[in-house]
């Protein structure tokens, strides 16, 4: 078997980048959002511009225009923002109303602050009151440094999000997992050392690092890019606004729904038609092809690959040689699943634990076969998801 060693961890230089405000913005939205905007409207950055209809405390974030400007689409997947036009002779600038501060913040606990962090911007959905909370200071993905950025560069952020979840969710013991050899520490937190060698530096396999536990019960885990977002808007009190991504070997803090092609010109990489491009990082990534598409709050990395560099994955037959079965940090088969998926046999991979795949590309990214391995037991999950959301709603109807 080929010997791997994916470091993700990496001695970090330059600060935390700031890029200049773009004068138009297309943010990202999911099916679950209600636009409350309609076009040609001015918004202020910071304004709401899409909801969810829940009423819960845990949840789906709403969506807020990043920056000053007037409503230039309002698409299914994303919300276009643009230069306000100047005005036509005769007529008075329409001036854009930002939102104050919200200073009811600071008087919140419980569900409720949870609720408001959700109005604010805020993915709740992994905040549950939890006896033990783990934040995953690890870099992702070999080459996403916002972890390890976000430590050296955001401590203060990072405080005030911490302090703001402990009233949120009131874990008992909150630890910080950080790389072997690293001296990093954050206030309040016990610290907890593990490989930085992907895939240990996933959610689940760093909670089974953390607590000796797989899947214990009470136990919440988020990233630091997550507990930073909570910071900035504990420390502004104003709407999550921003984004922070690796592009290469720094990190930028980003309006969100900045365009891909923006960032890269900010960024100076070079990059052209023969370049693959993807949301987060090379093992977990989703790759683009329309680089006008905006930066979602919670994406970690724009990573380019030249075309080349590596081979193209496509549907080959597998050749039964078990290299993925051996990376798997599941324990289950990823060829065996894999060819179930690709001839529709959805039920096959149910009863051969395709819920337990982490999602990690391991089993991809050793096949010598080049085959999709990961993306079809992707497709099978979403496929049994769909499947059974579809039967549960028949029964509601019944
Ligand atoms: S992506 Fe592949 S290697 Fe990773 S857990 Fe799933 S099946 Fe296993
Ligand atoms: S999916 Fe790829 S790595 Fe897994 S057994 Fe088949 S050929 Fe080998």
């Not at 919140?108 to 200071?137: M, P, Q, V």
């Not at 630091?224 to 104003?238: F, H, N, P, T």
């Not at 549907?315 to 990823?334: S, T, W």
């Amino acid at each position: 078997m080929m010997k791997l060693r994916l470091n993700t961890s990496v001695e970090i230089k330059d600060s935390l980048q700031d890029v200049p405000l773009p004068s138009l913005v297309r943010i990202p939205i999911q099916n679950k959002h209600k636009p409350i905007v309609k076009k040609k409207q001015i918004v202020g950055r910071g304004q709401v511009i899409a909801e969810t209809s829940s009423k819960s405390a845990f949840g789906l974030g709403f969506a807020h225009a990043s920056i000053d400007g007037v409503i230039e689409e309002v698409l299914p997947d994303a919300i276009v923002i643009g230069p306000i036009p100047a005005p036509k002779e005769g007529e008075t600038a329409q001036v854009p109303v930002r939102p104050e501060p919200c200073t009811e913040l600071d008087g919140l606990s419980g569900e409720d602050l949870c609720r408001k962090l959700l109005e604010l911007g805020i993915d709740t959905d992994r905040f549950h009151a939890a006896r033990t909370l783990i934040i995953n200071g690890l870099n992702p993905e070999p080459g996403v440094l916002v972890s390890e950025q976000l430590v050296k560069d955001a401590q203060e952020t990072l405080k005030a999000g911490l302090k703001i979840l402990e009233r949120g969710i009131k874990p008992g013991t909150v630890k910080l997992v950080v790389a072997s050899g690293k001296q990093i520490s954050l206030h309040g937190c016990t610290t907890v050392h593990s490989s930085d060698v992907y895939p240990a530096t996933i959610d689940p396999l760093v909670v089974c690092a953390a607590t000796g536990a797989e899947r214990p019960d009470n136990v919440d885990v988020i990233s630091i890019s997550d507990l930073y977002r909570v910071g900035l808007v504990a420390e502004s009190k104003l709407p999550l606004m921003d984004a922070v991504v690796s592009v290469g070997n720094k990190v930028y803090r980003v309006p969100t729904g900045m365009r891909v092609q923006d960032l890269l010109d900010v960024a100076g990489v070079p990059y052209g038609p023969d370049w693959m491009i993807a949301f987060d990082g090379p093992m977990r990534g989703q790759a683009i092809f329309d680089l006008s598409v905006g930066i979602p709050e919670n994406c970690s990395a724009i990573t380019l690959v030249k075309e080349g560099l590596y081979p193209k994955v496509q549907p080959n037959p597998c050749i039964n040689c078990g290299e993925c079965v051996l990376v798997c940090p599941a324990r289950i088969q990823p060829g065996m699943l894999s060819r179930y998926a690709e001839f529709n046999l959805f039920e096959n991979t149910r009863s051969q634990h395709v819920a337990a795949c982490l999602e990690c590309g391991m089993c991809t990214f050793v096949c010598p076969a080049n085959r999709p391995v990961m993306q079809f037991l992707q497709l099978a999950k979403r496929h049994l998801a769909a499947q059974d959301e579809f039967v549960s709603t028949c029964r509601l109807q019944d």
